[in-house]
């Protein structure tokens, strides 16, 4: 019999071991081979066989691994969970987040940013409308052009410039500029010097006197300071004013201040204020998050927190429970009698 025969006492003890429990530390799980000690384990991870099994593995799992990846990518944008873009450098994954008190906020700024939008465009057609009648009635002028003669030769020409429209400095300096100095002499430089200093004397004093003239302000000026103002006075992030009605909503304080009503006696640090409760008299330090705005009935007078009108009273006109919003006749400040509508809720309060 040959060295290999499969009846040689070898061969069978051979598979009769084989057929035991051997030691799991020297088994292969990918090839699916046990090994009988730690010499055969060790031939069988050099052979051929093997690296080739693990190479078609690790291609394998590199596949699947990108399979998985790209399928859970298009499970997160057909369920709308997830914002998914494919780029250069991989998969780009924007959370969605739909809590109902986040899409609240979205949808809060969302109708501030129009109401800013709103009250610009109404103030720039203030503006026009003001600038039309003043115009009314002024007709404009045309410019009349005429050539430049000279009926005597010998007679010297002149010119008169607006000293609105004309800077005799910049004149004399560029008149030096371009002629050579050897050609001017030191008679002809003093008498230019001189007739710049007098003409900035007669535009000194034509516009004092224009000055002294123009003490009453015009429409236009009016519109445009109360721009400025009002740019001054652009949103914040903070509303809380003295002398406000608030309600407190946090639970934390128990239910004996939970819904209550007090009126803002102090403001600290802009965004804390000081809560005199109206039925107790207790006085109580609370943060402006823990506080929301009261709207009284129409006709009351209110104060206006946040936005272009900020710091103005008014009186409530009416009210708009579809929007959440209010409209306030302003009665004070240079806009008053000026009727705004869609104010917000939280941007006007009571007045205690």
């Known amino acids: 019999m040959g060295k290999s025969d499969f009846l040689t006492p070898k061969a069978i003890a051979n598979r009769i071991k084989s057929k035991g429990l051997q030691k799991l530390r020297w088994y292969c799980q990918m090839c699916q081979k046990q090994c009988r000690d730690e010499n055969g384990f060790k031939c069988h991870c050099m052979s051929e066989s093997h690296q080739r099994q693990l190479l078609l593995t690790e ?136 007739t710049a200093s007098v003409k900035r004397k007669e535009s000194s004093q034509s516009s004092a006197q224009s000055k002294e003239k123009k003490k009453k302000k015009s429409a236009l000026d009016e519109i445009m300071e109360i721009e400025e103002e009002k740019k001054r006075t652009a949103r914040t992030d903070h509303w809380l004013q003295p002398e406000i009605i608030v309600k407190i909503i946090t639970k934390k304080l128990g239910e004996k201040y939970h819904k209550k009503k007090g009126v803002v006696k102090e403001v600290i640090d802009k965004y804390t204020a000081v809560v005199k409760m109206i039925d107790s008299g207790d006085k109580l330090k609370l943060d402006q998050t823990h506080l929301e705005t009261v709207i009284p009935a129409p006709g009351k007078r209110i104060l206006v927190l946040n936005g272009g009108y900020r710091g103005n009273v008014g009186t409530l006109e009416s009210i708009n429970e579809k929007t959440f919003s209010a409209t306030v006749v302003i009665e004070t400040g240079p806009l008053k009698g000026r009727r705004v509508e869609g104010i917000q809720y939280e941007d006007i309060s009571k007045l205690a």
């Open 59 to 194: 291609r394998m799992y590199i596949y699947f691994q990108l399979c998985f990846h790209t399928d859970l990518c298009r499970l997160f944008l057909f369920s709308g969970l997830c914002k998914v873009d494919e780029t250069p450098k991989g998969w780009y994954i924007q959370y969605i987040d739909r809590d109902p008190e986040t899409i609240r906020r979205q949808l809060e700024l969302e109708k501030k940013k129009k109401q800013d939008l709103d009250d610009e465009e109404k103030t720039a057609k203030f503006i026009q409308e003001q600038v039309r009648r003043g115009l009314e009635g002024k007709e404009q002028e045309a410019p009349i052009f005429t050539e430049l003669s000279r009926e005597n030769e010998e007679e010297k020409g002149s010119f008169t410039f607006l000293s609105s429209f004309f800077n005799m400095d910049a004149f004399v300096l560029a008149l030096m500029a371009l002629l050579p100095i050897s050609s001017l002499g030191p008679s002809a430089l003093k008498t230019m010097g001189s």
